[in-house]
């Protein structure tokens, strides 16, 4: 009983929070709800960009992200949404060799009663380019497979649902990367043969299961941790819920 009080009232706090900072989504109930939904296919040319600086926020509905089949795109995407007014905004630009990429659900939407309500974005990102990921996420559901993606920082704010992030597979270079857990499950996946370091394991509400990582003071790592090559240094902000990190051969 203790544990879902707390619970309720660490959604009451992060949905104030949510809806109090600046580019998250606020939604407005409205008397006749709109039914139409769309889907729209969303393709965003490179343009001669050899690195990228993306982000990614969504206030309510389901994401995934993963790497695209292609190269030559800073990303394609389908996006299916109701009301119209939940459209995704997309903004792209080049300055010399450096685009910045920024799709966001709109900062004020209409929206209908919960069962007409639907927003579904699969994004898929350039696969090779040297990229700074940022992904605010609101309510709802987030997989997020970022194995092939050749990111260079990455910062994750989750909202309220369960997140999964895939950071698996061989890396090339350092990843530094910042973890803001709110209320929902959190499962990370990362490689066994890569060093990995996870600060923050005694913060938050909620279990925290680390299977073949070794504790070091407030911190996991993993045995490759300790040899040479890449690692992988994130640092985690725990809120409610569980979370498991997860090695991966």
């Known amino acids: 009983m203790k544990t879902r009080i707390l619970t309720a009232a660490a959604v009451v706090a992060l949905v104030a929070a949510l809806a109090a900072t600046t580019g998250c989504t606020r939604v407005r109930l409205q008397d006749r709800p709109e039914t139409k939904t769309t889907t729209e296919n969303k393709a965003v040319a490179l343009e001669g960009a050899t690195q990228l600086s993306t982000e990614l926020r969504i206030g309510v509905g389901e994401l995934t992200v993963s790497g695209a089949e292609t190269s030559g795109s800073a990303m394609v995407a ?18 010399g060799t450096a685009g910045s990429l920024v799709v966001r659900q709109p900062d004020s939407v209409k929206a209908p009663m919960f069962s007409d309500m639907r927003n579904e974005w699969n994004v898929r990102l350039a696969p090779g380019v040297p990229t700074e990921l940022r992904l605010q996420l609101g309510v709802g559901r987030s997989d997020l497979d970022l194995r092939g993606l050749d990111i260079t920082d990455l910062n994750v704010l989750t909202g309220v649902g369960d997140t999964t992030i895939d950071l698996s597979g061989p890396r090339a270079t350092d990843l530094p990367a910042r973890i803001e857990a709110g209320v929902g499950k959190l499962v990370v996946r990362l490689p066994r043969s890569v060093g990995v370091k996870v600060d923050g394991r005694e913060d938050g509400v909620g279990d925290f299961s680390a299977d073949g990582f070794i504790s070091q003071g407030n911190a996991w790592v993993n045995e490759a941790y300790s040899g040479p090559g890449p690692k992988i240094e994130i640092d985690l902000v725990r809120g409610v819920g569980d979370v498991t990190l997860v090695l991966v051969d």
């Open 78 to 95: 389908d996006f299916t949404y109701a009301p119209p007014s939940w459209q995704p905004e997309v903004d792209y630009s080049v300055e």
